[in-house]
Structures are given as structure tokens and as C-alpha cells.
């Protein structure tokens, strides 16, 4: 998104896809980048726009396990100076670091839920005469899901008591590893059952893979880690 500005207020444009909600929103919250800049060290800003206007285009879009998703294009919509927030950047980021932690806290739940899920189908499904839980393999792979669960737990807990950057990255990285794996190994462990679409394996999976990119990948999060640690 990029906001122009002229005497008479702010010009709007641009395209943004994925938004959660975006569809249902009475009102949008966009972050732009200005031209020209207002501050060179802060060079983006927000707007505070009405949705309903004509010309802010919403596209409902199709997705896996997330919440429900618009691409919203705005084509040139003006704005008066009034409706910049005064909101700086680095407060935004802040909420963002907070944003990103409650993502990994649900990452951690669905890590937590699909070790739960595949130890009640462990112990219940028997095969040569006994729960499958009881054999070697499964036994391994059910114990590494429950150290995944702990870690993640863990660092989230790391970053809620202490919310920096720092902390919010790495909770973010290990909770999307692990909620992968998780999820991954409940689909195992159910064996062919695990991927009708009424049992619960996709859904933990779905929802593992729609977290792993909100708020920013693992990807994401190692980047910028490193830039901090540059």
C-alpha cells in the first residue's frame, strides 16, 4: 500500500491480500508507505479507512484452516489528513510482537491437542492384539510429539513473561516447527483413517498450516533475528 500525499489530504493505493475478516469489516486499518516520506527513519503510516466505500474493492478468498480471508484493493481512494492515526510505527511493531506471541500460543494448543489426539487413538486402536501405543515405533513417535509440546509450550510462556522481539521470534519459529510435526505425526499414527475430512487430523493440520504463516514464517522470524543479532 502506498499513501500520496497532496494540500488536500492522502491518496490511497494499492492491493493486500489475506486479510482476516477483511469481508465482515466495517472499517480497515492500512498501513501505507508515504510519499513522500514523513520521517526517513519511519516511512510508513496508518490510515484509518472506511470500508464500505465504492472504492475499496473486497475479494473473498478461499482458505485452509484460517479464518476468513479477503484480497482488498484500493484504487486510489482519498483520504483527509484527519484520518492518518497517530498511532507511531514502533507502537505498532510492539502490538505486532504481542500479535505474533498469541500465535505461537495457539500453535502450542494445537500442538498440545494433537499429541492428545493421537495418544486416545493410540491406546484405543489395536492391531495384532494390542494398543498400537504399545509398540516401539509409535511409542518413540508419541514421546518426541510430547517434547515438542513442552518446548513450544515453553517458549511461549519465555515470551509472555518477557515480550521482546527477541522472545516473540523465537517463540514463533519453535511453535511452527512443532505444530508442524505435531500435526504431521497425528496423521501417521492414524494411519488411512486420519485423512477422511470428518476426523480430526486435517483439521489439526490445516489450522498448524494456516498459524505457520500469520504473523510470519519461520523464515521471517530467522531473518530478523539475524538482522538483530548483526
Partial sequence: MRAFRDDNGWVLSG???????GGAAGTLLIAARTE???????PLALFVVDAERPDVVRTTRTSIGAHAMSHVHLAGVRVGQDARASTSWPAVVAALDKATI???AELAGVARGAL???IAYATHREQFGAPIATYQALAHRLADMAIDADA???AVEEAIAHPTQQNASHAKIIANEVAHRASAGLHQINGGVGFYAD???PAYYA?????RVEMGDSRAHRLRLAA???
Avoid: K, S, Y
Fill in 102 to 104: 498469541v500465535a505461537a
Fill in 15 to 21: 492491493d493486500v491480500g489475506a486479510v482476516p475478516w
Fill in 228 to 230: 538483530q543479532l548483526a
Fill in 116 to 118: 492428545a489426539a493421537a
Fill in 36 to 42: 513522500p516520506a514523513l520521517l526517513a527513519a519511519d
Fill in 152 to 154: 513450544a509450550e515453553l
Fill in 199 to 201: 476426523q480430526l487430523p
Fill in 207 to 211: 489450522r498448524a498450516l494456516a498459524l
